[in-house]
């Protein structure tokens, strides 16, 4: 998409975001498994499924920072069945014009297959970052999609205002020099928490990038281009939640080595009735590194329970252990066979 004015031949713009990073927890909060989303673009009758494969993308990218895995096999094949990691969701009437869908993810699920693609989930608590953009006059949708973007990441951010006391502060020569005294003096104005500048020029429909991260010291530059602007503040924003959350190398596709997937029968003694089943599946479900947890086989006397998980049944029996749901059986207590490890019965009332 060109989103420059036809008359303008070369545009240069000074990007930077002021971030100082503080011991201890930030203080801005982002909603990870949580997404809400217009539904303006949709017609009267609803595109439901497309509208929760959105929002699914939506959370994986927040959760993990990065976009770049959305195309692998494991998210494609999660993206049709999106049922499976959805825990509720619900339309809102916003305004008269506003309608918007809210879903809510099973955190659970949705980080294993984060796990799946080798992507971890970084901290709801997140750094607040001061936006400073030079020519944001000249075409306000550069600020606009840059906000939409970095909003997509989960990465809370604020635009300098650029009136007089900003001005009076930052030189251009400021923005491009080695220093950043004056970049650091100005963003107490915000009290933001880092600093990332950077500098756009689009000269014959390329755009060609700098960038430059400055976090206590530690100082990290890096290049990007494209003949598209949102394509390359896509990879500028990848970069920096990678570097916000503090990985060093980015794991492509095609290098990832894929996690064991286990198959586990778990069984539970006793004549269980309909709530007993749902509250035992519900609790399986939400296990650490369970994808899925059905029924396999019920009988007179126990039922079988088939989960399907990254962890091993050792790490899987511990989990189990600090829960209140289920105990092993004094049988099952007591043996070292593999056969009788998983075998349980019901904690108490249910």
């Given amino acids: 998409m060109r989103i420059m004015n036809s008359g303008i031949k070369k545009l240069s713009l000074l990007f930077f975001f002021f971030l100082s990073f503080s011991t201890g927890l930030y203080a801005v909060e982002v909603q990870l498994y949580q997404v809400e989303l217009s539904t303006q673009n949709q017609t009267e009758k609803f595109d439901q499924k497309k509208l929760l494969k959105e929002a699914l993308k939506t959370a994986l990218v927040r959760i993990s920072g990065s976009s770049q895995f959305l195309n692998t096999p494991e998210v494609t094949n999660a993206l049709t069945n999106v049922d499976g990691y959805i825990k509720q969701f619900s339309y809102h009437q916003r305004s008269a014009l506003e309608k918007?869908?809210?879903?809510?993810?099973?955190?659970?699920?949705?980080?294993?297959?984060?796990?799946?693609?080798?992507?971890?989930?970084?901290?709801?608590?997140?750094?607040?970052?001061?936006?400073?953009?030079?020519?944001?006059?000249?075409?306000?949708?550069?600020?606009?999609?840059?906000?939409?973007?970095?909003?997509q990441r989960g990465i809370p951010a604020v635009f300098a205002l650029m009136d007089l006391t900003d001005t009076a502060l930052v030189s251009e020569q400021d923005l491009v020099g080695e220093g950043t005294a004056a970049l650091e003096e100005a963003a107490k104005r915000y009290n933001p928490d880092v600093i990332l500048s950077g500098r756009l020029a689009e000269t014959n429909g390329i755009w060609q990038t700098h960038w430059r991260f400055i976090n206590k010291g530690e100082k990290?530059?890096?290049?990007?281009?494209?003949?598209?602007?949102?394509?390359v503040l896509d990879q500028v924003a990848d970069t920096l939640a990678l570097k916000?959350?503090?990985?060093?190398?980015l794991v492509s596709a095609d290098q990832i080595e894929r996690p064991v997937i286990n198959h586990l029968i778990l069984t539970v003694s006793g004549n269980l009735d309909v709530q007993q089943y749902s509250k035992i599946l519900k609790y399986l479900r939400e296990l650490p590194g369970v994808s899925e947890a059905e029924v396999a086989q019920i009988m007179p006397d126990k039922t079988l329970f088939e989960l399907v998980t990254t962890q091993s049944k050792a790490m899987l029996i511990n989990a189990i252990a600090d829960g209140q749901i289920l105990t092993k059986t004094p049988a099952?207590?007591?043996?070292?066979?593999?056969?009788?490890?998983?075998?349980?019965?019901?904690?108490?009332?249910?």
């Fill in 332 to 350: 099952a207590a007591e043996s070292t066979t593999e056969e009788d490890s998983m075998v349980y019965e019901v904690a108490g009332v249910l």
């Fill in 244 to 249: 916000l959350k503090g990985d060093k190398v």
């Fill in 100 to 151: 918007t869908i809210k879903v809510i993810f099973n955190e659970n699920r949705v980080n294993a297959l984060l796990n799946s693609v080798k992507q971890s989930p970084w901290n709801k608590n997140r750094p607040l970052t001061l936006v400073w953009l030079s020519g944001a006059d000249r075409d306000p949708l550069i600020a606009s999609n840059m906000e939409k973007i970095l909003n």
């Fill in 220 to 231: 990290a530059d890096w290049d990007n281009s494209g003949a598209k602007l949102n394509v």
